[in-house]
């Protein structure tokens, strides 16, 4: 028997008898990791233990552990790190959502409005927003609001300022063009906690926002209400962000007819406070408002045609991967850091550092790692339904897709293939991409 036949042999009856990929999922250390910081999730939500106790059976935990590998009982060693890595996702999920320090701002603030005077600075650029003035349901047409994230410093009490820390949204009905990202400014307004859901059933707008790390609101009819304390310098990463936005957003407006242009500066800035909202009520309507949401859809688009055009002037793999990844990045943040987006970035930059490392990861490492990194990161969003389905969908690409997708072509279809004429080869290829592209949309859409 030829040498090459019994190679073949041998490799299907290798694949005939190794286990599920499912069977062998516990040996992957990161999978072990990624699994024990969502049970310190869960469990800090469900249970909330104190946090001297989390902190006591960690650094105990630690201590067991380091006697097991110092008796080398490794297996119980590793079960001990395990539990240490639960009580550790545990604290930081209470950090990013239980822990009130005196100086917090929920302390000062209730559910009902109360007149206050805040200083801080702006975490973002302020945004208008265009009111409805044909809304069938509204008696009285909305008028063009503000918006913007501060962070407090210091509230005034009785004439006295007094230190506190949090993020306020402020909200004026006066547009706010004369202040930027990093101002820092005194605010007179009408202060109040996030409004809790009025309704069963209702949308949780206050737990939304507080996992964020927003508590309150304040609002103010115009910007008199407002005084500009400090500038924010502009020798920074954010204002150098902030400003290239601000100038792509006016080039596509002023550039563009209405709605072509705030729909443009939607679909590349991935937000557009000029479009109308009986357009993005199209969109919703037809089921492609996700087309308006910058996410890993738009950064594969963008980071694939890079890179093939990278590859096309032959720069090698690993420099491909780090402009690849460092474009996806900027652009990211460029576009406001969503979440959906950064999920994306988290993932990218995970497989190209093993492409620079020349230590190419399997597909279960990048996605466990982007788990890991960000439960740090971004804690607030690992188990929102967009994280769940993204997470749920790549899997689906990497372990459904491959069993479904056609078997390898035989060197004689290969063969066959190439000796057609010019126009029958970019046919066929063409609708073979087609098809796969809605084969994969369908397999995820099911799964």
């Known amino acids: 028997m030829p040498s090459a036949q019994k190679a073949d042999i041998t490799n299907a009856d290798n694949k005939a008898t190794s286990p599920a990929w499912y069977l062998t999922l516990w040996k992957v250390p990161s999978v072990l990791a990624a699994l024990a910081i969502t049970l310190g999730f869960l469990l800090d939500i469900v249970y909330q233990p104190p946090l001297l106790f989390m902190m006591a059976l960690a650094l105990g935990l630690l201590l067991a552990w380091f006697v097991c590998i110092v008796g080398k009982k490794l297996n119980l060693a590793l079960v001990y790190l395990l539990l240490f890595i639960v009580c550790l996702g545990a604290f930081r999920h209470f950090v990013s959502a239980r822990l009130v320090t005196s100086d917090d701002v929920r302390h000062f603030l209730g559910d009902s409005v109360s007149l206050c005077k805040f200083k801080g600075y702006l975490q973002e650029e302020p945004r208008l927003w265009v009111g409805e003035t044909n809304n069938p349901l509204r008696t009285v047409p909305s008028a063009n609001r503000s918006s913007a994230i501060l962070y407090l410093h210091e509230m005034q009490q009785n004439g006295e300022w007094k230190l506190v ?49 927003i508590y309150g609101e304040i609002r103010i009819n115009d910007s008199s209400a407002i005084r500009m304390v400090e500038e924010g310098s502009w020798f920074n990463f954010s204002s150098w962000l902030c400003a290239i936005r601000v100038r792509a957003a006016n080039l596509l407006v002023s550039n563009l007819p209405t709605p072509e242009g705030p729909l443009a500066e939607a679909l590349l800035l991935g937000d557009s406070p000029l479009l109308h909202n009986s357009e993005w009520d199209k969109f919703k309507n037809t ?14 688009i963008l980071g694939g045609t890079l890179a093939w055009l990278l590859r096309a002037l032959r720069f090698k793999p690993a420099s491909i991967a780090f402009m690849v990844t460092l474009f996806l ?48 990161i971004q804690p607030w969003d690992l188990f929102s339904p967009g994280c769940t389905l993204s997470f749920l969908a790549t899997g689906c690409l990497i372990w459904v897709i491959p069993k479904f997708s056609q078997q390898e072509e035989s060197p004689l279809e290969i063969l066959t293939h190439e000796s057609k004429p010019l126009w029958r080869r970019m046919l066929a290829d063409f609708l073979k991409a087609t098809r796969e592209l809605f084969f994969i949309s369908a397999i995820v859409w099911v799964f």
């Open 165 to 213: 820390k949090g993020n306020l949204r402020m909200v004026s009905n006066d547009t706010l063009a004369e202040f930027h990202l990093g101002d820092t400014v005194e605010i007179t307004g009408r202060a109040k906690l996030i409004s809790a859901p009025m309704n069963p059933g209702e949308w949780d707008y206050r737990s939304f926002l507080n996992q964020q790390g």
């Open 287 to 300: 089921g492609v408002l996700h087309v308006l949401a910058i996410s890993g859809q738009h950064l594969a």
């Open 329 to 376: 990045l900027v652009y990211a943040l460029l576009t406001g850091g969503r979440p959906s987006a950064m999920r994306a970035v988290i993932m990218v930059g995970c497989f190209s550092l093993g492409i620079i490392l020349r230590r190419p990861a399997p597909a279960i490492h990048t996605l466990t790692a982007s788990w890991i990194i960000l439960a740090f």
